[in-house]
C-alpha cells in the first residue's frame, strides 16, 4: 500500500504565498509522474500542474508564472510554490503520483486534501 499525505495549507491573503509538499511512502519502487489538483466549492476538480520522473513541467494556464512544481525523488515528494496567490486560487488542493508497485505494474494514488484559503 501507498500513502500520500499533503501539507501546507491554510489561510493567507491575497498577493501571499503558500508552498504545499506531499510526501510518498510505502511499498513503492519508483514514481514516474506526479501532480496538483484542486476542487474549488461546487466545481470539479482541476490538474494544476504536473511533473515528470525527469523534471519536465506542465501548468494549467489560470497559475502560469505564478505557481511552480518540484519534486525531490530521493523523498518521494513533490512540492508546490503558489506566489501572488488570489481569491479564486481557493480550493483543496490534492496530490496524486503514478507509482510503479512491482515489475510492470503502476497504480495511481491520491492524497487526502489540504486546504487553501486566499482571503483578506
Known amino acids: 500500500q501507498v500513502q500520500l499525505v499533503e501539507s501546507g495549507g491554510g489561510l493567507v491573503q491575497p498577493g501571499g504565498s503558500l508552498r504545499l509538499s506531499c510526501a510518498a511512502s510505502g511499498r513503492i519502487f519508483s514514481i514516474y509522474s506526479m501532480a496538483w489538483y484542486r476542487q474549488a466549492p461546487g466545481k470539479e476538480r482541476e490538474l494544476v500542474a504536473t511533473?515528470?520522473?525527469?523534471?519536465?513541467?506542465n501548468y494549467a494556464d489560470s497559475v502560469k508564472g505564478r505557481f511552480t512544481i518540484s519534486r525531490d525523488n530521493a523523498k518521494n515528494a513533490v512540492y508546490l510554490q503558489m506566489n501572488s496567490l488570489k481569491p479564486e486560487d481557493t480550493a483543496v488542493y490534492y496530490c496524486?503520483?503514478?507509482?510503479?508497485?512491482?515489475?510492470?505494474?503502476?497504480?495511481?494514488?491520491w492524497g487526502q486534501g489540504t486546504q487553501v484559503t486566499v482571503s483578506s
Open positions: 496524486d503520483a503514478e507509482v510503479g508497485v512491482g515489475i510492470g505494474v503502476t497504480r495511481k494514488y
Open positions: 511533473i515528470s520522473s525527469g523534471g519536465s513541467t
